[in-house]
């Protein structure tokens, strides 16, 4: 049986740990806090009971699903016949060197070593592991059994079948991959949203509009759009013969901004302060975790819509 351990039980392991039960692969949850592995098992259930009550439960009843979660007691336990690795551990490389290191030397030699690290590259911390060509980037976007978006992101050393059969699994679980041809900082997600944060913050510290407006530009304006296509199909249809007329007609607006906004700006510990007030106005901080719970729900009602929509 081809057997999935996750290992690292936050935010992301837990959400991992629901894609690939749900895919019908028997999942072996480990983490160095045994609470934080009930946290896994008791978040499975509650989302997948979610998912039921949207229409998103498939085929089989919570139980079952449930029933391919196995908590290991232990790294090595965890690993026994695993054949993929998702590491979902925190993002600090000191932890994510040392951490790899026993599953280099724990895991069978086939098996894949995958990070969900947003951030770090494999290469900073599996250049020094014997089978370190089993390694690399599977970036999730969160919560990643709602977005089905990963980023597969080899290091220099990672055998291009590692690659294959990462992006064959991904499939396999209904995740929707995309493959960069080598490492670069930030990926591919992250740099696109580090134009927009960029831009949004400066519109805010420049006085030009509320933290609330920016957030309504998008949800009510491109998120719209871009909840079902991308910006170079958007820019396709936004003109009557194509991408080229497009470019023709607006390429020189677009070259305007691009200078405009070629001044990187910190976020100062001010601005933070001013866009935390603003937010917090309008969710209080003991508020944020239902709010989560409500984005979750809204996530899946989205997701069930798009997909009878476009099938």
Request: net charge negative; aromatic share 8%.
């Amino acid at each position: 049986m081809f057997r999935i351990a996750v290992v690292g039980c936050g935010v992301v392991g837990s959400s991992w740990s629901l894609v690939f039960a749900r895919a019908g692969f028997e999942v072996s949850v480990y983490d160095a806090s045994p609470a934080a592995v009930q946290s896994t098992l008791t978040f499975v259930r509650a989302a997948l009971e979610d998912l039921a009550a949207q229409g998103l439960g498939g085929d089989e009843d919570v139980q079952t699903v449930c029933a391919r979660l196995k908590p290991a007691h232990s790294l090595e336990a965890a690993l026994e016949g695993a054949s993929y690795v998702q590491e979902s551990a925190p993002e600090r490389v000191e932890i994510k060197r040392e951490l790899y290191v026993r599953l280099d030397a724990i895991a069978s030699p086939e098996t894949i070593l995958a990070s969900s690290t947003s951030g770090l590259p494999a290469s900073s911390f599996t250049d020094h592991l014997p089978n370190r060509a089993r390694c690399l980037v599977v970036h999730p976007i969160n919560p990643p059994h709602l977005v089905p978006l990963v980023e597969l992101v080899p290091a220099p050393w990672t055998d291009a079948a590692v690659v294959e059969r990462a992006a064959a699994l991904m499939e396999r679980v209904g995740q929707a991959p995309i493959r960069l041809a080598r490492e670069i900082n930030g990926f591919v997600v992250n740099r696109l949203q580090s134009a927009l944060l960029g831009e949004a913050f400066r519109l805010v510290e420049d006085g030009i509009c509320s933290a609330a407006d920016v957030d309504k530009a998008i949800s009510d304006g491109l998120g719209l759009r871009w909840f079902f296509m991308g910006p170079f199909e958007t820019i396709d249809l936004n003109a009557p013969n194509g991408i080229a007329e497009y470019c023709k007609n607006l390429g020189p607006m677009y070259y305007g901004l691009a200078r405009e906004q070629a001044d990187p700006r910190e976020w100062s510990a001010e601005l933070v302060q001013s866009i935390e007030r603003q937010r917090r106005e309008r969710t209080q901080a003991s508020g944020l975790a239902a709010r989560r719970a409500w984005r979750d729900r809204c996530l899946a009602a989205f997701v069930a819509a798009k997909r009878r929509v476009l099938g």
